[in-house]
């Protein structure tokens, strides 16, 4: 499942905001949040299907759109 946590090193006089803040967006480019979310429940492979080609249909739609008027 996860083989490594993202870490980070806290500068010297870096705030805890801004470390924390670090921290979010390398777990955010790891991809953590995603894969908890998706291993929260089974989700059928025809429901992983459906899901799949409605998010497909969708990006679709807003590329037309944006050829359109954009």
Partial sequence: MLNCMPGVIVKENESFESALRRFKKTCEKAGILSDIRKHQHFEKPSDRRKRK??????????????EQYG
């Fill in 53 to 66: 080609l409605n998010a497909a249909k969708r990006k679709n739609r807003q590329r037309l759109l944006k």
